[in-house]
Structures are given as structure tokens and as C-alpha cells.
């Protein structure tokens, strides 16, 4: 997922060619101070080593590769990351890419701590600015939050500061990450289930979600891609053939085969042997349609080898993240990711009470915007999002309160066929969606009326390491299209995308 402080090609690093040599670092090294590996092929040593920090304790280290998510305005962005449960520091190796320079930067390191809710509370020692280099913050730049299952991946929105003009702002930058120790070995034809990453500079949708088969011949990795737009609406299949390798940002399957020194083409894929999967790549970069069928970078998870159990998932508690790239209706924060969690109220609790009474208000009365109400297969929650304005924060800590009760995800009925795929899933927003509230509901500027609204999406589910995941997505050029609310009350069509962890029992 791209990350915008950590805008990344990979021309700097293959400025040499052949000559390019891979950094076989140590995993216990200190993450505090990571110190960057310069080139992606071949082998050699460390390269400059960090500042000794505590010694992390065996066993307490994750890494990580993350990629798919564009932010708006940003350039495509992979990094590798290191979670140190014993130090409770988190550091990121990447190469910054900026307007005005291409930068290798040695070090990006923040710390965390661990959040009553289930999140980790980040704090980044180093931010980007509007010139897109990482710079020192003291005191550290707080807000950033993430979820991790252990070992398998993390769903995170790390933070870059809008220096330009008067006023300085924070944008937050989503990521996914799976982890990246080894490359695939599969000796058949594996399936796995995924969806498309909202991009804010395409109007229009090559893919939103599919279904792959994913195989392994020595290090070619062959990608059999089965793509939909939301509808569900098939698109043309695709095989196509990567190659990994053990790389300074793990082990990665590049496409096109034997692409990594051609970055305008390339994309990155990381499947961790705990079944997460994901890619970073932009239609931009070459106009093509990548290993997956949709242009952008994807975030996915193995196929069920069974049913799902509807009723679980539905009874789960989740965390994650809202992520819709134009829906940027502060000043000074940025809405684009909202932490947020689901689960935790019934549709039928207090809670929940100003999502439902829009939903009926709307339902063929009102501004006639919701089709049909949630069945049973729906599950409630919303974001962290307390105050408005220069005064808004998502603090999913739980110190400034519980979560809102402002979206519903509907999943429908399973495809069978590809079992934890969900195509014909309904995302409900309320008229207390940011940046309205319970107190200060959405009103249409078109009818004058409270307002709500539900549109088609597509979700997959599947379990990891014994956790539920669940990833959705709903896209502006479907009818109806993903609407949300702007600033003064307009429904503007855009992406959306729901990300979310079960939380640890």
C-alpha cells in the first residue's frame, strides 16, 4: 500500500545494474535505527548499522512488506518494516522519492505503545514534509495507528506533514503489510481471494476484486487471475508469470518476471506463509493492468478450503480501517483513513440507533438513497473520530470515548464457487458519517432531508492464524455509486475500502 512519507522507486537503487548487491542484515539487528540496504540483487554485508539500542528478545521480531494504497498526490510507495514486541519500536526501511529529489534515506523509526482497544498507538521519530523527506520531529509526531496479527501482517495509517502555506496539517497514509521472510512454495495451484486498493486518480475501475490461483515452479511464481467489478460484473482473465527473489525489502515476487530493473513496470508481491497477501503497483507507472487484473495494488487472503461460518464472522469484533482517498473534509486532519472498529454494538443498541432511524428515513421515503435495509449477515461499527474541524481526532485508544456507529456492512450471500467471497455485499453509510455526527446529522443538499445512503460493494473473508479478516471495497463507478459526504452535505461518488482484523480473544 503506498505510503506517501515513504515514496519509493526503485531507479535509485538500480542505478547499477548487475553491480547492485543484496544487504544480508541480521533480523535481530536493533529497529530503532535501521539502516538502509542499498541494492536489491546478488549478496554482500551489512551495510552502515544503526545506533545500539536495547536488544530485542528471539522470537518478538516481525517483518514485513507493504504496498498497495496510493494516497492522493502520492507516489507508488513499498517499504519493508520491522514490529519489535520487546522494544515496542517499529522501524522502516524505503527509498524516498520527492519532487525534488530521489533520495535514499537511511532511517525511519517510530515506537508504540499498546492501546486498551486493540490498536497500537504509533509515534513517529521521523515524519515526511511536503518535500517528501523524512525529518526529525521533537517531540515525536502522535496519531498514527496500527493492527497487527503477529507474525502474519499489519494494517496501519502512518502520518506526513503538510508544511505548504500557513498552516501545517497531517495526512495519514494508509498501508498493509504481510510478512516476507520466504517466497512462496506452492506445488499446486493455490487459490486466494482479493480486492483492488481505491485509487483517487482513476474515474474509472478495471477491477474492484477476484479471485486467484497462485503456483510455484522453482522461482517463478505464475499468477491465474480470475478479476470483477463490483456488480458483479467479470472481467477478462488472466495468467501470468513473476519471479521471486530475497530481497533488501524481503523475499518478493516481482512482475514482470525479471522486472526489477525496470520500476516504470514493476510490481511487488508478498504472500506470507500465513496466507495474507500483498501487491504495490499503479496503473500509472505503465498503463498496464499488473499480475491481478485491476491496475492498482491489491490486499488479499487464501481461499477457504470450506464454507465460512456466516454466523462467526458476523459474531466476531474487528479492527481496521475505513480508507476513501476523497474524502478529505477537514482542515487540518485528514479523514481520508479513519481507525475504526466493528462489532463491538448490535444494530439493535443505543449505539447504533441515529445509523438505523437515517437508514429507515431513506428507505423508498426521504432522499429515496437506500435500496433495501441490513439482513442479518450485517455487521455494525464505525470510526474513532471525535470533534470536527482543526479539532478533529481518531484516537482509537479509547480515551476520548467508543467508537461511532455510523457504517454497516451487509455481506450477503457467499459464492460457493469461491468460497469467503462475498460479491454481492451493501455498504450502509448514516447520516452521522463524518464529517456529520449524531448531534449534527447529514442533510442532502438536494432534498433538504436527513440523509444516508447504501451502495453495492464486495467483500472477502478468510481466517488467519485463526483470525477472521475481512476486506471490502466499493467503487464510484458502480450503480449505485460508493457515495459519502462532503463538507456541506453533497453525496460524492468515490472509492471506498473497509480493512479489518479480527481482535485477539
Given amino acids: 500500500m503506498g505510503i506517501a512519507r515513504f515514496a519509493f522507486t526503485f531507479r535509485q537503487m538500480l542505478a547499477d545494474g548487475p553491480r547492485a548487491t543484496i544487504q544480508q542484515c541480521e533480523k535481530t539487528l536493533p529497529v530503532i535505527l535501521l539502516a538502509l540496504c542499498f541494492a536489491l540483487l546478488g549478496a554482500g554485508g551489512c551495510g552502515q548499522t544503526a545506533k545500539p539500542v536495547t536488544p530485542s528478545s528471539a522470537g518478538q521480531v516481525n517483518s514485513y512488506f507493504g504496498g498497495p494504497f496510493l494516497a492522493p498526490g502520492s507516489q507508488l510507495a513499498v517499504s519493508s518494516s520491522t514490529f519489535d514486541h520487546f522494544a515496542k519500536q517499529i522501524g522502516v526501511t524505503a527509498f524516498i522519492s520527492s519532487a525534488t529529489a530521489q533520495v535514499p534515506t537511511e532511517i525511519i523509526n517510530g515506537t508504540y505503545v499498546d492501546a486498551s482497544t486493540g490498536f497500537l498507538s ?50 495519514a497514509a494508509p498501508t498493509a503489510m504481510a510478512e516476507n521472510t520466504a517466497c512462496p512454495n506452492f506445488s499446486t495451484k493455490t487459490p486466494f481471494l482479493y480486492v483492488t486498493v481505491p485509487n483517487a486518480a482513476s474515474t ?39 519471479g521471486c527473489s530475497n530481497t533488501n525489502l524481503g523475499a518478493l515476487t516481482s512482475y514482470p518476471l525479471n522486472s526489477f530493473g525496470n520500476p516504470s513496470n514493476l510490481e511487488l508481491i508478498s504472500m506470507g506463509g500465513s496466507g495474507l497477501l500483498v501487491s504495490s503497483f499503479t496503473s500509472g507507472n505503465s498503463g498496464g493492468l499488473g499480475a491481478f487484473g485491476g491496475g492498482t495494488g491489491v490486499i488479499g487472503v487464501a481461499e477457504s478450503s470450506t464454507p465460512i461460518d456466516i454466523n462467526a464472522v458476523v459474531a466476531a469484533k474487528y479492527n481496521g480501517f475505513i480508507y476513501a482517498p476523497l474524502n478529505k473534509v477537514h482542515q487540518n486532519y485528514d479523514v481520508t483513513v479513519l481507525a475504526s472498529t466493528f462489532g463491538d454494538n448490535p444494530g439493535t443498541s443505543q ?26 449477515n450485517s455487521i455494525y461499527g464505525g470510526e474513532f473520530l471525535n470533534g470536527t474541524g482543526a479539532a478533529a481526532v481518531n484516537d482509537p485508544s479509547g480515551a476520548s470515548g467508543p467508537e461511532n456507529c455510523d457504517v454497516a456492512i451487509d455481506l450477503g450471500t457467499e459464492d460457493f464457487a469461491n468460497t469467503g467471497s462475498f460479491p454481492n455485499a451493501t455498504v450502509f453509510i448514516g447520516s452521522n458519517f463524518p464529517p456529520n455526527s449524531a448531534a449534527h446529522p447529514w442533510i442532502c443538499t438536494d432534498t433538504g432531508k436527513t440523509c444516508a445512503v447504501s451502495f453495492p460493494a464486495a467483500a472477502i473473508v478468510g481466517q488467519v492464524q485463526g483470525q477472521y479478516v475481512i476486506f471490502a471495497t466499493a467503487s464510484a463507478g458502480s450503480i449505485p455509486a460508493a457515495q459519502l459526504p462532503d463538507s456541506i452535505g453533497n453525496r460524492v461518488s468515490q472509492p471506498v475500502g473497509i480493512y479489518l482484523f479480527q481482535k485477539a480473544q
Fill in 204 to 242: 474509472h475501475d478495471a477491477a474492484d476484486y477476484g479471485t486467484v490461483n497462485i503456483s510455484t515452479q522453482g522461482s517463478a511464481v505464475t499468477f491465474a487471475a480470475q478479476p470483477f467489478l463490483v456488480g458483479p460484473v467479470q472481467q477478462a482473465a488472466s495468467t501470468v508469470t513473476g
Fill in 122 to 171: 504509533v509515534s513517529e521519530n521521523f515524519a515526511t514534509n511536503s518535500t517528501g523527506i523524512p525529518t526529525p520531529q521533537n517531540p515525536p509526531v502522535t496519531g498514527a495507528w496500527a493492527v497487527e496479527i503477529p507474525g502474519a501482517g499489519v494494517l496501519a495509517n502512518l502520518l506526513s506533514l503538510n508544511t505548504t502555506g500557513a498552516t501545517h496539517s497531517v495526512s
Fill in 351 to 376: 449505539n447504533c440507533s441515529a445509523l438505523q432511524s437515517s437508514l429507515a428515513a431513506n428507505n423508498g421515503q426521504g432522499a429515496g438513497t437506500v435500496a433495501v435495509l441490513p439482513s442479518a
